[in-house]
């Protein structure tokens, strides 16, 4: 305990110095520092800190560390799930892009939202009813643990690695730009933070910081659209009227634009947003901290509900920046001479800043600084929730299900699973420096393309069919898994703007690869496991009527141990 | 495993399975048809999703947009309220009629 006091105490004196002097050393292309936003920044961690010394002092059990003791209640999970899915890349990459091309951030919004409804029906009961820590837990529940769990760890962990480079990268990127810190300082700082709400606090450190974040967001964003739509006296006409006067393609804006122009890869985007999020490990975990089935069903309700709310909100702020922004010189990057590819004005620090710009237009720099901090909160709360998922499947799935074959000690799994939170930080903080400068806008998709052809195949065979066998899974899953990989290196996206081939010469012309790649995930569980004849077979396939009444009824379900 | 073929046998057990999966099932597929039916209507259709309404700048398309939104929180909201009203007494009975 007292490391860990030292270790706060350290890292939050520093934050204000280390802004001065990179501020001092270099500017330029960096914001002048704002101190409301530091203020307000460093706030936030010192109370996230103050959370996380409350939570170590309560985490002593495995189920503590990984569910948080299964004490959280259906209302708080869904805020804590809505806080670990809300990223910076949704609030800031949508509104920028509604700011480019208006409609067309409409089309990502929706995507973002409709796999939650999959979740409620199909998964989130079935989920805590047969699992304890991880999905890992439920995906081998009759089918053979060595196995399974090795799929699901790399199926995780690869998910986790591509989503947390990404976090990272946008990190460094935006605290550069908000706060005039260095790159690499941001990329430390969030890091660092995310080691220590994991490591210490553990699952009860890490949901209460992606509860007060979303709070936090929910709020912001509430104030900004409500700021907007009172300045067009609350008709939406009025401010999209406005919006197409000023906007240089006019009306066009109002309708799907050129964002997707191939229907194949329209529909292969969809299926990988609607499904990745039902195979995001980091999601799939929240549901073993609630008590029950009853309270998880409950929690998917509320994050429906709050992550819809904010992508409506995400729509009007970017409308806003629209009109507000992108008409006021004071916003503008005057170095850039050409325009966006849309037409519209270029702004400081690049589309992705509609948002923050916004806030300093409708609530001063009182304001801008409050939304700085909350976008940095954003980050800090998705990356912790991604390194614990990530940790929890090195140390619950790998070490102690199949090094140690269910035997492990209750402590040394914590350790471990601490090791390896440490070991994700750090290489996190390499990543994060190693790709500064790479287009890394693809990783975010990859990783739900992975989620979807790997985990979620593998995830919902198990629980609704009875004829899934243990090889059946495994090489459905690793084939979904190197099909979404190999199709992401193949697309446009990856081929042509990162790897630098001809334009046009990308062998597969689907930007997400989902299509496909669920296809052949879902066909090879499928032909895999008719095909197997072999004895641990007729075990997965027997197992199945146990495992289904567990499924819909929880009579056996891991309960909850501390309140 | 006696008590396991005492639980599938339960009438209440049964009707649990069959009300669920089918509710379930049958929500997902409409989840389904909406968001792809959107989803090929931008793609293939978006002059229709530009169509104005009542003579204003506001598009066909943001309703649609939004109440694709609206909508999948309208259907968790059914699935949910049908769980706590049904479900969780047909749980109930099942487990307190098959404690050993």
């Known amino acids: 305990m007292k490391r860990f006091a030292w270790l706060s105490v350290i890292l939050l004196a520093s934050v204000p110095t280390i802004a001065l002097a990179a501020g001092a050393v270099e500017g330029g292309s960096k914001q002048a520092i704002n101190w409301s936003a530091i203020g307000m920044f460093v706030g936030f961690v010192g109370l996230t800190l103050a959370i996380t010394y409350w939570a170590a002092k309560r985490t002593a059990s495995a189920a503590d560390f990984y569910s948080a003791g299964g004490g959280i209640t259906g209302f708080q999970n869904g805020l804590a799930i809505a806080g670990d899915y809300m990223s910076a890349a949704s609030f800031l990459g949508i509104s920028g892009l509604v700011y480019t091309s208006g409609y067309d951030g409409l089309i990502y919004s929706v995507g973002w939202l409709v796999g939650w409804p999959i979740v409620t029906f199909l998964i989130a009961e079935q989920l805590r009813n047969l699992g304890k820590f991880t999905f890992a837990d439920v995906t081998s529940f009759r089918l053979g643990q060595t196995e399974i769990r090795i799929l699901a760890a790399c199926g995780s962990l690869v998910t986790v690695a591509f989503y947390l480079i990404a976090q990272m990268v946008g990190a460094g990127k935006l605290i550069q730009l908000l706060f005039g810190l260095d790159y690499w300082i941001a990329v430390v700082l969030v890091g660092g933070l995310m080691m220590i709400y994991v490591t210490f606090g553990g699952m009860k450190a890490t949901t209460w910081v992606q509860i007060i974040k979303a709070v936090l967001l929910l709020a912001g964003a509430t104030f900004m659209a409500g700021a907007v739509l009172y300045k067009f006296g609350f008709s939406p006409e009025a401010l999209f009227t406005k919006a197409t006067e000023v906007h240089p393609k006019k009306l066009a804006i109002m309708e799907p634009g050129s964002l997707i122009s191939n229907p194949l890869s329209a529909i292969s985007l969809g299926l990988a947003l609607m499904f990745g999020t039902a195979g995001l490990p980091h999601i799939l975990m929240r549901f073993f901290t609630v008590k029950d089935a009853q309270a998880a069903r409950k929690s998917v309700f509320y994050a429906t509900g709050f992550i819809g709310y904010f992508y409506i909100l995400t729509f009007i702020i970017g409308f806003g920046a629209i009109t507000l922004v992108s008409t006021d010189a004071m916003f503008l990057d005057g170095s850039i001479l050409e325009k966006t590819k849309s037409g519209i004005a270029a702004i400081k620090g690049g589309s992705n800043m509609a948002a923050i710009h916004l806030a300093n237009a409708v609530g001063g720099n009182l304001f801008l600084g409050f939304i700085s901090a909350v976008a940095f909160a954003t980050i800090l709360a998705v990356v912790s929730g991604l390194a614990l998922a990530g940790a929890s499947s090195i140390s619950h799935d790998l070490y102690g299900m199949v090094i140690k074959g269910g035997n492990a000690n209750e402590q040394d799994e914590i350790r471990v699973s601490k090791i390896a939170t440490l070991v994700l930080g750090v290489l996190a903080i390499f990543l994060g420096i190693v790709f500064e400068n790479q287009n890394v806008a693809f990783m975010v998709g990859l990783a739900f393309a992975i989620a979807a052809s790997c985990n979620f195949p593998v995830l919902v065979m198990s629980i609704f069919w009875k004829g899934l066998t243990t090889r059946g899974a495994v090489v459905g899953g690793f084939l979904g898994l190197v099909s979404a990989v190999v199709g992401v290196v193949l697309s446009p996206a990856v081929w042509e703007v990162t790897l630098g081939f001809a334009k046009g010469s990308a062998p597969i012309k689907l930007d997400n690869p989902a299509l496909f790649s669920m296809a052949i995930a879902f066909a090879g569980i499928w032909l895999v496991s008719i095909l197997d004849r072999s004895k641990r077979a007729a075990v997965d396939r027997d197992g199945f009527d146990a495992q289904y009444v567990r499924s819909q009824t929880g009579i056996g379900a891991a309960s909850a141990t501390a309140h | ?100």
């Open chain 2, 1 to 100: 495993m006696s008590n396991l073929a005492k639980i599938e046998r339960d009438p209440n057990y049964q009707e649990l399975v069959r009300r669920r999966s089918s509710l379930g099932w049958l929500l997902s597929a409409i989840m389904l048809f909406i968001y792809f039916g959107f989803i090929l209507l931008v793609a293939y259709a978006p002059k229709f999703l530009g169509i104005p309404l009542g003579g204003g700048v506001t598009t066909i398309g943001i309703p649609i947009g939004l109440s694709v939104i609206v909508l999948a929180f309208v259907l968790t909201g059914i699935y949910v309220r049908q769980a706590n009203s049904s479900y969780d007494l047909l749980i109930r009975k099942i487990v307190e009629e098959n404690r050993s």
